[in-house]
């Protein structure tokens, strides 16, 4: 049943919730005038009409910028009204350069402006000296939808290097208008989840790029940082980047982590932060031969079976970032000595092409399918929601329409679609001599509704028909990873000692816990486009999870029913609310928030504005068993606690306890570690300490906490 069949039948008026298809050209291909007219000078650099450099005939707009001159972003620029919140732009002109001698050199920028002329938001094409070349005509795109308040656009040609770039037939085209969504008020939204036809089958699970199998680690990190959460969220996908020069002692490491992600039931796709910049077949062979080496040391040697796929180079990337973008047939060349590689001695690890980022780039995912579909086991790309606000309602439809494409063009060729990267606007700078890349909004007020935008996409991800996706990143990178850069964009901090979480933590964590692969992704009906949904039936499986994420102003009654699926149940509830985080320091999720009745196939409940919620019924709602022989060692500055689990009980993790008395209670402020090993070191502060340990199973069920143990000089 369509939207507007569904406001038919509540009565409602029927209108239209996604970009209107009609296209209009603000700026359509012409030559450029004489004195370049109608387009504003920008900066200290030599513009100027060039009949000289032209392509198909029409004459090119020169910015060259003297090597005394400093680079200040020097440009043309054009402004455009009548734009309105909602737009959706796009921006194409064609570039060349020569002499460049700094990223990002030339490149296109489209901005959106309020009444007043000021930015409220840009987007702007790919950048750096890679993207344009004096050999040919590179193509340039900027896309994005007009936040609130725009009232006029912008386009810019932009050199910001010394150099010369050249740029010919600018356009500029509105390709979608948003129209309004209809103000359901107080009226009860009607949900329906469909079991008959899935969207998908075999999804493989909501998950992350990792960094921290790269990285030392302590004994004590991996028990109750690293793996103790790894283990409760249960991502069932991670991206993983991969060195293809490591040797063996290094990828034992690796292989240490990623059998620990096996355990916990996780798939594997490697990609290379490194390719080498072969110069000949025999080079490109010695390259083959060693990542197959890896592959099968990982796989057959130390039972990484977990890993499923493989590309030869992060976002197109050789020597300089997305480079390969403009020589994809060198791409495919990489690949194809690798498939063949792999082939000859039954490697089973697919390759993944292209793994291209933003969206804008995207194209280069089609180019694979129509050119390299022989060698390519799947299909991937990355994006980050920089033209997007956290707070933003329209993102959902945009961003499922994009995904709607990309996995269209995927099983087109009988194959699938990973999103392998996404994460929330990036920044980018360098400050003091460091390269920032950290998402703009942590440790800001809008950190906690960034919860809400990861679950935006990844909402959108499943109902697009995405094979898997992985948010960008599980954990932080160190601080000294790499000179002069700063990489923070982990739900789980690394800074000095800080391993706490960061507030998404509590609403993605959700989203890798519950929906998981292999597992069904079910349709799910719903009238209100504030109200976004996704749900997943586990392989095998009558039990299943609804995702579903309020963006409605005021509270939302809602009427679920489950057609197909046992129509009564036990139900519980999880909620993230972006005004109250669940923020544990030990990054414990949060538990349910209620438990609900199910009759006759439905739920009627309430939503709070702005929140998420998972509805399941994936649970075993047996605790487990009291932890068994507690015990507690005094140690030089610390004392050693110890317990042995219970040999029935569905173990995820351990709590442990400590209070001043003997009749203390469990509880978040007497907690003083979680761990997945069975003891744990505290150190001492010279006071006497009761402790306590309890179990937590897979469901988030925690058993009985032990009988009190003392022990001297614990830390409260």
């Known amino acids: 049943m369509t939207l507007n069949a569904l406001l038919a039948v509540l009565g409602l008026a029927a209108v239209l919730v996604t970009a209107a298809p009609e296209s209009v050209s603000l700026l359509a291909v012409e030559p450029l005038g004489d004195g370049l007219t109608g387009w504003e000078r920008r900066g200290d650099a030599e513009f100027a009409l060039d009949a000289g450099v032209s392509r198909e005939g029409r004459p090119s707009a020169r910015i060259r910028v003297a090597a005394g001159t400093p680079p200040a972003y020097q440009q043309l620029a054009r402004g455009f009204e009548g734009v309105r919140p909602g737009d959706e732009l796009e921006a194409v002109a064609w570039a060349r350069s020569e002499g460049l001698d700094q990223d990002p050199g030339a490149y296109l920028a489209l901005e959106f402006l309020d009444a007043r002329g000021e930015r409220v938001g840009i987007a702007h094409s790919a950048t750096g000296r890679a993207q344009t ?84 680690a302590t004994p004590a990190e991996m028990d109750e940082v690293i793996y103790k959460r790894w283990r409760e969220l249960r991502p069932s996908f991670a991206r993983l980047n991969n060195n293809w020069d490591w040797d063996h002692a290094k990828l034992d490491q690796v292989a240490e982590h990623i059998l620990r992600m096996k355990q916990a039931g996780t798939q594997v796709y490697l990609t290379t932060w490194n390719p080498p910049d072969v110069k000949s077949d025999e080079e490109l062979s010695h390259w083959a031969t060693k990542v197959a080496d890896d592959l099968d040391y990982l796989i057959r040697k130390k039972g990484c079976t977990n890993v499923r796929y493989y590309c030869m180079t992060n976002e197109l990337s050789l020597t300089e970032w997305g480079s390969l973008v403009h020589d994809l047939p060198r791409f495919k060349r990489y690949h194809s000595a690798l498939y063949q590689e792999l082939k000859k001695r039954r490697i089973p690890v697919g390759l993944l092409a292209t793994d291209a980022s933003p969206i804008d780039l995207w194209g280069t995912i089609e180019w694979a399918t129509q050119n390299m579909d022989e060698v390519t086991a799947i299909y991937g790309g990355h994006h980050y929601i920089n033209d997007w606000a956290p707070e ?36 980018g700078r360098t400050l003091n001599g460091v390269k920032m890349d950290v998402c703009v909004y942590y440790g800001t007020p809008q950190e906690p509704v960034v919860g809400l935008q990861l679950a935006d996409a990844a909402l959108a991800a499943l109902n697009a028909g995405v094979y898997a996706l992985g948010y960008w990143t599980f954990m932080d990178l160190p601080d000294d990873f790499a000179p002069g850069y700063l990489n923070k964009w982990g739900l789980t901090k690394c800074s000095g000692t800080d391993r706490g979480t960061r507030d998404p933590y509590y609403a993605y964590g959700l989203l890798t816990h519950f929906l998981r692969g292999p597992s069904d992704v079910l349709p799910v009906e719903c009238a209100d486009p504030r109200l976004r949904a996704a749900a997943v039936r586990p392989k095998g499986s009558q039990r299943w999870s609804l995702a579903l994420l309020n963006r409605n102003q005021g509270m939302t009654p809602i009427d679920l029913t489950l057609s197909g699926l046992p129509a009564s149940a036990r139900v519980r509830r999880y909620t993230y609310d972006a005004r109250q985080v669940p923020q544990n320091r030990f990054g414990d999720l949060q538990g349910p928030s209620g438990n609900l009745p199910l009759s006759d196939g439905h739920i009627q409940d309430t939503l709070s504005p702005n929140t998420l919620t998972v509805y399941t019924t994936d649970f075993d709602s047996q605790p487990p068993r009291a932890v068994l022989e507690p015990r507690a060692k005094g140690e030089a500055g610390a004392t050693s606690l110890s317990w042995k689990p219970n040999p029935e009980a569905d173990l995820c993790y351990y709590r442990v306890y400590a209070g001043e008395t003997r009749d203390f209670l469990p509880s978040p402020e007497t907690q003083v570690g979680s761990t997945i090993a069975t003891h744990l070191s505290l150190a001492n502060t010279g006071k006497p300490r009761w402790i306590r340990v309890l179990a937590v199973d897979s469901s988030g069920n925690a058993g009985p906490a032990s009988e009190p143990i003392q022990a001297e000089g614990l830390r409260g």
């Open 133 to 216: 070349g004096a050999a040919q005509w590179a193509r340039l795109r900027a896309s994005g939808i007009a936040p609130g308040g725009t009232r006029a656009a912008r386009l810019s040609l932009i050199l910001h290097a010394h150099g010369t770039a050249w740029f010919v037939d600018p356009t500029l085209t509105r390709t979608g208008r948003q129209e309004e969504w209809p103000d359901l008020g107080s009226s009860r939204r009607s949900i329906v989840v469909r079991a008959d036809e899935p969207i998908r089958t075999g999804f493989g699970g909501v998950g992350f790029h990792a960094f921290h199998h790269t990285f030392p």
């Open 392 to 427: 933003d309602e329209r993102f959902y439809p945009w961003f499922h329409s994009k995904l709607e494409w990309a996995t269209g063009l995927a099983r087109g060729k009988g194959k699938d679609f990973i999103l392998g990267e996404f994460g929330a606007k990036q920044d």
